[in-house]
């Protein structure tokens, strides 16, 4: 019963985790501020674990990540990949 009530328990912690998620995130650089927009990101890629390793958590993201990651999945799924169409002045 103890097994099961952790469970329940645990289960109840992960689901809070993603629903808390925002909506969008801003990141600010002298190439222009690049805002993510979690829920559009959701519906095309299904997969957590594209984006984040393990359990869905906060990424620290820096240009080396946006770069390596981001474009690169932006390349495979065919989104925007010139530097002005994320990075916004």
Same mark, same amino acid.
């Given at each position: 019963?103890?097994?099961?009530?952790?469970?329940?328990?645990?289960?109840?912690?992960?689901? *809070?985790?993603? *629903?808390?998620?925002?909506?969008?995130?801003?990141?600010?650089?002298?190439?222009?501020?690049?805002?993510?927009?979690?829920?559009?990101?959701?519906?095309?890629?299904?997969?957590? *674990?594209?984006?984040?390793?393990?359990?869905?958590?906060?990424? *620290?993201?820096?240009?080396?990540?946006?770069?390596?990651?981001?474009?690169?999945?932006?390349?495979?799924?065919?989104?925007?990949?010139?530097?002005?169409?994320?990075?916004?002045?």
């Amino acid at each position: 019963m103890k097994k099961l009530v952790i469970m329940m328990m645990l289960l109840a912690f992960v689901g *809070a985790n993603v *629903a808390i998620a925002a909506d969008s995130y801003t990141y600010d650089n002298k190439k222009g501020t690049v805002t993510f927009d979690h829920k559009a990101h959701q519906d095309k890629v299904s997969d957590c *674990a594209k984006c984040h390793e393990g359990e869905p958590a906060k990424i *620290a993201v820096d240009k080396n990540y946006g770069h390596k990651t981001c474009k690169t999945c932006h390349k495979e799924m065919n989104g925007p990949t010139k530097c002005n169409d994320c990075h916004k002045k």
